[in-house]
């Protein structure tokens, strides 16, 4: 079936179990789908756009209460929604980091993250995470240190991720915030896979920004996010522009240039919107989902042979798991190689693991039901029964 | 302009992703236990009756 010219609808979220590790929360509630379908049009979300002409003003659809709303649930004065958390990182690298100036990030941050940092002339630093692969208070002090003894400056920024996309683990970030904040670091927490997941209060975090992902984490289209801030901090990254052009003498209100004025105009905020009141909703309850893990790593790890790489118990659904010495041994010999696996799940109705792989993978449980967690934890068994891996 | 017909084409769209929600929730077996089989029945029918009245506002 096309939906375009060339364009195969997609249907994996219908047809399969899509345990993909990146894709598991950003899947549409049923109201974002409407939303869309209502706002898709190009400036949609613009029809009642007045002065001081800038989307976070606008009423109707009610994007300034919506704004007003993210912020306090985060437990921050000010929000800004940004194309994907990679834009909050933009906006607040270009506002405090200057050329060969020295900023915090981990030995699992996310890749933009670094990107941010290189475009705005910045060098990275890392905080390296310990052997269980978790970014303590007390690293991020040492690595202060450390970058003060080597540039003869403390780092100029932070970005320290609540749950890393390597392991999907959980570090602690008020902590470490306390740690960096003795020596005026500011701290963004990047809360792409937590913001929209499970509970997040930037005030008891003691941050001074968090990003959050609309496509990975609140059920939103991409790319959507947001960028949460204090009032101290918010006048900084949301400065005003103050240009002025020379011939026109046009100035441009209170558009602020790290957002480059407006950021999502349509279909992108208003699928957010719609699925916030729901995304509120389930951060209550993310004791299920990590119950629906527990119910499909413990069949996982009864194939023997096969370890989780993340922490445990786990405190979030993405999860590393190594079947080298289990899945792995059956692609020595499989006439598929490493892509049986892939091959196998797909036949079951389960998608989103990396074709190929049968030794170090990812996969998310997020959003799945109790019955599709318990049909996933059987078909990993069935297959590994099927050739001949001892079950423990 | 008929307002009836606009509203009634959002309804059934909206009608058919409810139950494309079901379809999620179910995947990839499709059977659905009795609270989802009533729900979609409820559904199916809420749509006949927009696809009716459709046929009546823009068929006349």
Same mark, same amino acid.
């Given at each position: 079936?096309?939906?375009?010219?060339?364009?195969?609808?997609?249907?994996?979220?219908?047809?399969?179990?899509?345990?993909?590790?990146?894709?598991?929360?950003?899947?549409?509630?049923?109201?974002?789908?409407?939303?869309?379908?209502?706002?898709?049009?190009?400036?949609?979300?613009?029809?009642?756009?007045?002065?001081?002409?800038?989307?976070?003003?606008?009423?109707? @659809? @009610?994007?300034?209460?919506?704004?007003?709303?993210?912020?306090?649930?985060?437990?921050?004065?000010?929000?800004?929604?940004?194309?994907?958390?990679?834009?909050?990182?933009?906006?607040?690298?270009?506002?405090?980091?200057?050329?060969?100036? %020295?900023?915090?990030?981990?030995?699992?941050?996310?890749?933009?993250?670094?990107?941010?940092?290189?475009? !705005?002339?910045?060098?990275?630093?890392?905080?390296?995470?310990? %052997?269980?692969?978790?970014?303590?208070?007390?690293?991020?002090?040492?690595?202060?240190?450390?970058?003060?003894?080597?540039?003869?400056?403390?780092?100029?920024?932070?970005?320290?991720?609540?749950?890393?996309?390597?392991?999907?683990?959980?570090?602690?970030?008020?902590?470490?915030?306390?740690?960096?904040?003795?020596?005026?670091?500011?701290?963004?927490?990047?809360?792409?896979?937590?913001?929209?997941?499970?509970?997040?209060?930037?005030?008891?975090?003691?941050?001074?920004?968090?990003?959050?992902?609309?496509?990975?984490?609140?059920?939103?289209?991409?790319? !959507?996010?947001?960028?949460?801030?204090?009032?101290?901090?918010?006048?900084?990254?949301?400065?005003?522009?103050?240009?002025?052009?020379?011939?026109?003498?046009? *100035?441009?209100?209170?558009?602020? %240039?790290?957002?480059?004025?407006?950021?999502?105009?349509?279909?992108?905020?208003?699928?957010?919107?719609?699925?916030?009141?729901?995304?509120?909703?389930?951060?209550?309850?993310?004791?299920?989902?990590?119950?629906?893990?527990?119910?499909?790593?413990?069949?996982?790890?009864?194939?023997?042979?096969?370890?989780?790489?993340?922490?445990? @118990?786990?405190?979030?659904?993405?999860?590393?798991?190594?079947?080298?010495? !289990?899945?792995?041994?059956?692609?020595?010999?499989?006439? *598929?190689?490493?892509?049986?696996?892939?091959?196998?799940?797909?036949? *079951?109705?389960?998608?989103?693991?990396?074709?190929?792989?049968?030794?170090?993978? *990812?996969?998310?449980?997020?959003?799945?039901?109790?019955?599709?967690?318990?049909?996933?934890?059987?078909?990993?068994?069935?297959?590994?029964?099927?050739?001949?891996?001892?079950?423990? | 302009?008929?307002?009836?017909?606009?509203?009634?084409?959002?309804?059934?769209?909206?009608?058919?992703?409810?139950?494309?929600?079901?379809?999620?929730?179910?995947?990839?077996?499709?059977?659905?236990?009795?609270?989802?089989?009533?729900?979609?029945?409820?559904?199916?029918?809420?749509?006949?009756?927009?696809?009716?009245?459709?046929?009546?506002?823009?068929?006349?």
């Amino acid at each position: 079936m096309r939906c375009g010219a060339g364009i195969e609808a997609r249907q994996v979220n219908e047809l399969a179990i899509n345990i993909d590790p990146i894709q598991a929360g950003g899947r549409l509630t049923a109201d974002a789908m409407k939303a869309i379908i209502a706002y898709g049009d190009g400036y949609s979300v613009c029809d009642n756009c007045r002065k001081p002409n800038r989307l976070d003003y606008i009423s109707k @659809p @009610p994007i300034a209460e919506f704004h007003k709303e993210v912020a306090s649930w985060l437990g921050m004065d000010v929000v800004r929604t940004v194309p994907g958390a990679r834009r909050a990182f933009q906006a607040v690298a270009r506002t405090y980091v200057g050329k060969a100036d %020295p900023v915090l990030l981990t030995s699992l941050s996310h890749y933009t993250e670094f990107l941010a940092v290189e475009e !705005s002339g910045g060098v990275a630093r890392e905080i390296p995470a310990d %052997p269980g692969h978790i970014v303590t208070a007390d690293a991020a002090a040492v690595k202060a240190e450390e970058v003060r003894r080597d540039t003869g400056k403390y780092p100029v920024l932070a970005i320290i991720d609540q749950v890393d996309y390597q392991y999907g683990n959980l570090h602690d970030v008020r902590a470490i915030a306390k740690a960096l904040h003795q020596y005026d670091i500011p701290v963004l927490c990047n809360g792409a896979y937590t913001v929209g997941i499970l509970p997040v209060d930037g005030k008891a975090l003691g941050v001074d920004f968090i990003a959050g992902s609309g496509h990975k984490s609140m059920a939103a289209p991409a790319p !959507s996010g947001i960028l949460a801030t204090t009032a101290e901090r918010a006048g900084e990254v949301f400065r005003t522009t103050a240009i002025t052009g020379d011939v026109s003498g046009r *100035k441009f209100g209170i558009k602020e %240039p790290a957002m480059m004025g407006c950021t999502l105009m349509g279909a992108t905020l208003i699928g957010m919107m719609a699925s916030f009141p729901h995304v509120k909703e389930r951060v209550k309850h993310f004791d299920r989902e990590l119950a629906n893990n527990q119910a499909v790593l413990s069949d996982l790890l009864s194939i023997r042979g096969t370890r989780i790489l993340s922490e445990m @118990p786990r405190k979030h659904t993405l999860t590393r798991v190594d079947t080298t010495a !289990s899945f792995d041994t059956v692609a020595q010999t499989h006439k *598929k190689k490493g892509f049986f696996l892939a091959s196998d799940l797909g036949a *079951k109705g389960i998608a989103g693991i990396i074709p190929g792989a049968t030794r170090i993978w *990812k996969f998310n449980t997020y959003g799945i039901t109790a019955a599709q967690a318990q049909y996933l934890a059987t078909a990993f068994t069935g297959i590994a029964q099927e050739y001949g891996l001892a079950i423990q | 302009m008929s307002k009836r017909a606009v509203d009634t084409i959002f309804s059934a769209t909206f009608i058919l992703t409810d139950l494309r929600m079901i379809l999620r929730e179910t995947a990839p077996t499709h059977q659905l236990d009795s609270r989802q089989r009533e729900e979609a029945a409820r559904l199916l029918d809420n749509l006949e009756r927009q696809v009716a009245s459709l046929k009546q506002e823009l068929l006349k």
